[in-house]
């Protein structure tokens, strides 16, 4: 499992998957000059870190299980992502990666929790108030496994619709500002929605 770390400070955190819900998604990218961010993402991630909240992108990669890329290559996309970011005066606090396959078996990659828990070990979030938001069901799944809430970006992205007692989200959202509204409940938030930016 690969990480960089940034900054942290708080006890609660937003886990956030990263293609199709972070940035668009484009199949084994590593080039950053096709990383652009999701509509509304940079507004309500600066909400989010304004209410307290750390940010850790949790990321199955397994084009590096399947060779298309090395570890290394994720480095610069993950610069890019602190670019665009920091447009909206808001940056990532850790990113975690799975590098393996569907078919390792291994426990960090979703929907297993492992990604998840092992994040909260080493940036001291308590699971209970924090969340996780995805694109797709295994997103929810490995959220809910590891004990926090769980918001399902609805925006077209899952397909399957494979049910389960752990695939339920607490909530299902049409975009990352209804997203930031739920989560930010009660705290004074900033609700100006924002453009796309562009590396």
């Known amino acids: 499992m690969a990480v960089v770390l940034t ?4 006890g609660k955190a937003v886990f956030i998957d990263k293609d199709g819900t972070l940035v668009r998604d484009v199949p084994y990218n590593v080039d950053p000059r096709y990383i652009r961010l999701t509509v509304g993402a940079g507004p309500a991630l600066r909400n989010m870190k304004n209410a307290g909240y750390k940010l850790i992108v949790i990321s199955n990669q397994s084009g590096i299980a399947r060779g298309l890329f090395e570890e290394k290559d994720l480095f610069p996309v993950n610069g890019c992502i602190q670019s665009l970011l920091a447009q909206y005066d808001v940056s990532i606090d850790a990113f975690y990666y799975c590098p393996h396959g569907p078919a390792d078996g291994c426990q960090c990659r979703k929907p297993m929790p492992g990604m998840i828990l092992k994040a909260a070990k080493d940036q001291g979030v308590h699971l209970q108030a924090s969340w996780m938001i ?16 769980t918001i399902h970006l609805d925006n077209g992205n899952e397909t399957e619709w ?3 007692s752990d ?3 607490v909530y299902s959202v049409r975009d990352w500002m209804e ?3 739920i989560i930010c409940q009660g705290a004074n938030c900033d609700t100006v929605r924002g453009e796309v930016a562009h590396c």
């Open 7 to 10: 900054e942290t400070e708080t």
């Open 134 to 149: 995805g694109d797709i069901l295994n997103d929810v799944e490995a959220g809910n496994r590891a004990g926090c809430r």
């Open 162 to 164: 494979v049910k389960g």
């Open 167 to 169: 695939r339920e989200p």
């Open 179 to 181: 997203a930031a509204e």
